[in-house]
């Protein structure tokens, strides 16, 4: 087990490369399932989510290799194995394997979802759009299991805006009989990216970005090449380190319109904000940043991915600041660890309170899950001192290689390894 280390205070300048988007990734990967022939992805993110996908794929017997950030599939003699338990198990958006193997397989059996722990992830919505499909689905020993005898199209509308179940209906429909309509369907440029790649497969969706998705089943998926959309929470997450300690940081490989929601933000914050076409230019101000309020929405609202991270900004803020996390409740407990660093910040039902600005020291703490770690690295490098990060398999699960890039632009952090004592104090918190 490693630790992050952040010498914290430089000024970082120079350019940072996006990655492909990892909340598409973990959607692409399972799409490629219901394929006849080899798929190829270009510019997947480096991450564990996606190493760990490449391991379940190879599981159920498909030839599988993922080399320089290009990922190559031949699907063809995959097979419906049972998937309850083992890497399954670590992956939060392990329900995208049920809809793609029900769509190929009629049938699936997959672990309940895992990965970062944000509170209870309800799949009803799911389990709501494969049951209107026709399938049959079971809970036995904290797996799903999904029967169909055949699947057929339907008219479905989820009670509850969901990324997830919008991808999982998509997934499960595109190959059943007739005619699938999803109504009140979450609006992501996630969504649109995995619409893009089926339709590129042969399958026929109208509507992806919009609320009502039209699909209409086919009998076959064949190969083909798909590029995947740059990752906007990874944008985000830079833009927010910029607006905090940049002179001139450049974010390259970004589509500004999927990210306008932070821009606003921080702008209204006081950063320097320049937009390009598919690059931001940001400074931190040279006046003292302000307070905001921020409440996080469905897109294109403000990304509920992007809250801790730019909880660790407004610590810098003049005044009071209210965040608000209307989409996952338990997503606060990166808020105990800003505290040892100095942060005056309190939690209220779903929202945190800010006052500042704080002064920021570097401390020992540990990364919680995903953006709580991102938000970590964010306090690490304003803070004075030395910043150490436990935890960081959870930043590897989400960042390509976030080390390296901010070494790049005049970070000092480095990794080491845990001593034995450390690591096991390590698991214990866990647990």
Request: proline fraction near 4%; glycine fraction near 10%; aromatic fraction near 4%.
């Amino acid at each position: 087990m490693d630790k992050l280390l952040i010498e914290g205070g430089t000024t970082l300048s120079g350019t940072v490369q996006i990655s492909g988007a990892k909340n598409s990734a973990v959607a692409l990967i399972p799409a490629t399932i219901l394929a006849d022939s080899p798929v190829t992805i270009d510019q997947l993110p480096d991450i564990s989510d996606v190493r760990t996908l490449c391991k379940l794929l190879r599981e159920v017997g498909g030839t599988v290799s993922f080399d320089d950030h290009t990922f190559v599939v031949d699907p063809r003699n995959m097979v419906d194995m049972p998937l309850p338990n083992g890497s399954v198990k670590r992956l939060r958006a392990s329900y995208y394997l049920m809809g793609a193997m029900l769509g190929r397989f009629r049938k699936a059996v997959i672990g309940l979802p895992g990965g970062c722990n944000l509170g209870p992830r309800p799949i009803d919505q799911h389990i709501k759009g494969f049951e209107a499909l026709g399938a049959k689905v079971t809970n036995e020993q904290g797996a799903i299991y999904l029967r169909a005898d055949d699947l057929h199209g339907a008219r479905i509308y989820l009670d509850v805006v969901s990324v997830g179940a919008t991808i999982n209906i998509m997934l499960a429909a595109v190959k059943a009989e007739g005619q699938t309509i999803i109504e009140n369907a979450a609006k992501e440029p996630e969504i649109i990216d995995v619409a893009t790649l089926l339709t590129s497969m042969g399958a026929k969706i109208k509507g992806a970005g919009t609320d009502v998705i039209r699909i209409e089943g086919v009998e076959h998926l064949h190969g083909c090449r798909h590029m995947i959309i740059p990752d906007r929470i990874e944008a985000g997450t830079f833009m927010i380190i910029g607006a905090a300690r940049g002179d001139n940081l450049l974010i390259d490989n970004v589509i500004p319109q999927h990210v306008e929601s932070l821009t606003a933000k921080l702008r209204e914050m006081g950063a320097d904000i320049q937009v390009g076409e598919d690059q931001i230019l940001i400074s931190r101000s040279v006046a003292q940043l302000k307070s905001a309020d921020v409440k996080t929405l469905v897109y294109p609202g403000f990304p509920t991915d992007l809250q801790q991270p730019l909880t660790s900004l407004l610590t810098q803020a003049e005044g009071t600041s209210i965040i608000t996390d209307t989409i996952y409740g338990a997503r606060f407990k990166h808020i105990d660890e800003l505290r040892r660093m100095g942060a005056n910040v309190k939690v209220e039902g779903r929202s945190a309170i800010l006052s500042g600005p704080t002064h920021l020291e570097g401390a020992k703490v540990r990364a919680t899950d995903l953006r709580a770690g991102a938000s970590l690295v964010i306090a690490g490098l304003m803070a004075a001192g030395i910043t150490e990060i436990a935890g960081v398999e959870h930043i590897d699960r989400g960042y390509d290689h976030i080390m390296e890039k901010l070494q790049k632009i005049g970070a000092t952090i480095w990794r080491e390894p845990m001593l034995e004592e450390e690591a096991r104090d390590s698991i214990k918190e866990q647990e």
